[in-house]
């Protein structure tokens, strides 16, 4: 894929994504994507894979285990694996990586860093090769956006975190504080969950998401939740 393509496939073919696009969709786009995934994102300046995991892991230190090698974590919308390598990094060796396409998965599993491969949607339905309260902690970096992956499955991400564990995830500006064309519903779901008291919110705060594209990208939200 020569640059120019690529920039086109960044700036433009994701924007066809909107909350009706259906998972067939998303997985035919990333699996175009996989294998100039890392080198077309780190043109685009994309930074949330970095600057999202010390906090996730602030927050697992602090609330479950100052060694994050005993726990189970999932890499949820985990890619290439670039997430991963950050989290190898901070001290994590027991991570499993989920995600919607099965060669974004094949890239990830040339870095060594998984346990196990799990290649399935993030939507309402429960995921077969994943049993309830199965991780201790939970990590969604740039995946719960627009035509991605719809409100409805924070459900299933609590699901599958223990009691006591941390949830964390990057939403992009817009969709945060609904100012797009469009409403997503997240933060309806998140206070709904909230006010159910299924989870309690830790921390939200705006961090760096890209470094090279616009304004509406330059930003996203990290929040962190524990499950209660």
Not at 62 to 71: G, T
Not at 122 to 137: F, G, K, R, V
């Amino acid at each position: 894929m020569a640059k120019a393509e690529e920039n086109h496939f960044y700036s433009e073919r994701l924007l066809t994504l909107n909350p009706r696009s259906t998972d067939e969709y998303v997985k035919t786009i990333y699996d175009d994507w996989a294998e100039t995934y890392d080198k077309v994102t780190g043109e685009a300046g994309y930074i949330a894979y970095k600057t999202c995991p010390p906090i996730f892991d602030q927050f697992v230190r602090e609330n479950l285990c100052n060694d994050p090698s005993k726990l189970r974590i999932l890499d949820a919308g985990a890619g290439t694996g670039i997430v991963g390598k950050v989290l190898q990094s901070l001290g994590y060796t027991n991570i499993d990586a989920l995600d919607i396409s099965q060669k974004m998965l094949d890239e990830a599993k040339k870095l060594n860093i998984y346990k196990e491969f799990i290649c399935a949607p993030l939507s309402a339905e429960p995921i077969a090769e994943i049993a309830t309260n199965q991780y201790d902690a939970l990590i969604c970096v740039g995946t719960l956006t627009v035509g991605h992956v719809k409100p409805v499955a924070l459900d299933e991400i609590l699901r599958i975190v223990k009691p006591g564990g941390i949830i964390g995830f990057t939403l992009r500006r817009d969709i945060y504080e609904e100012t797009g064309p469009e409403k997503c519903g997240y933060l309806e779901k998140m206070s709904e969950m909230e006010t159910s008291q299924k989870w309690k919110l830790l921390k939200c705060e705006l961090i760096d998401y890209h470094l090279n594209v616009d304004e509406l990208r330059a930003k996203c939200y990290s929040i962190m939740y524990q499950v209660l």
